[in-house]
């Protein structure tokens, strides 16, 4: 695993690479650790049975998915580029409010009038 980490990208372009190094090793066996804590708990006779070939290959697929994850990153945001590449379509500046508004009723003074003199 150890030897494995050393595939790791961030290693390179991180200030402190042997940090980088030691927890893309070390972070899985962790987890692996307490996962497979918490399944002796649930089921001991299971677990004592897959005690460690279960360990191990849990740890070695959490560093094949540390491992892949800067590498998966970056292929996505190669692609969130291209598409962010291509021309946007032209947008049509609007045209001014008083060519497309319809005329105001209300403006006119005359409005309203006949319906005054109806009622009266």
Do not use: C
Not at 18 to 35: D, G, H, M, N
Not at 73 to 96: D, I, M, N, R, S
Request: aromatic share 12%.
């Amino acid at each position: 695993m150890m030897l494995a980490a050393l595939a790791n990208p961030l290693i390179k372009h991180d200030t402190q690479p042997a940090f980088v190094w030691l927890s893309t090793w070390l972070t899985p066996l962790i987890v692996a650790s307490v996962a497979f804590g918490l399944y002796f708990l649930v089921a001991r006779k299971r677990a004592r049975a897959t005690w460690p070939h279960g360990f191990f290959i849990t740890a070695w697929v959490l560093v094949a998915i540390t491992l892949a994850t800067p590498y998966i990153q970056k292929a996505q945001q190669g692609q969130a580029a291209l598409k962010f590449a291509t021309p946007a379509p032209a947008v049509l500046a609007p045209a001014p409010v008083s060519e497309t508004a319809p005329d105001n009723p209300f403006k006119d003074p005359n409005y309203g009038k006949e319906l005054l003199q109806k009622q009266l």
